[in-house]
């Protein structure tokens, strides 16, 4: 039951985690890439417009928000020896409830 448990969850980050996790960072880049291309568009006429400058910053803002969140969580797996990657699920057969719980 436990391997199948570590698999399920395994399987879980695998699929459906990370992807979330590349999938809002890639979109943080284009954010900024798009910005990046309408500030040097706009300054080809001479002027210089807000739009390009909030999209690169927010784009740099995003991107370093998720890179932030993964080193916040990889810091507190490493610190406290958590091993995120790996649950070990075999601690749930040393719980032990008291008497009058279900009542």
């Not at 699929?15 to 568009?41: C, D, E, K, R, S």
């Amino acid at each position: 039951m436990t391997t199948a448990a570590n698999e399920l969850i395994g399987r879980i980050v695998d699929a459906i985690i990370n992807p979330i996790i590349l999938v809002v960072f890639a979109f943080g880049f284009f954010i900024f890439t798009w910005g990046m291309v309408q500030f040097l568009w706009n300054m080809r006429g001479g002027e210089v417009k807000e739009d390009g400058k909030q999209h690169m910053l927010w784009g740099i803002i995003g991107m370093l928000i998720m890179v932030s969140v993964y080193g916040i969580i990889s810091l507190i797996d490493d610190t406290l020896d958590l091993d995120i990657s790996n649950p070990n699920v075999n601690r749930i057969n040393d719980v032990t409830f008291p008497s009058n719980f279900t009542n």
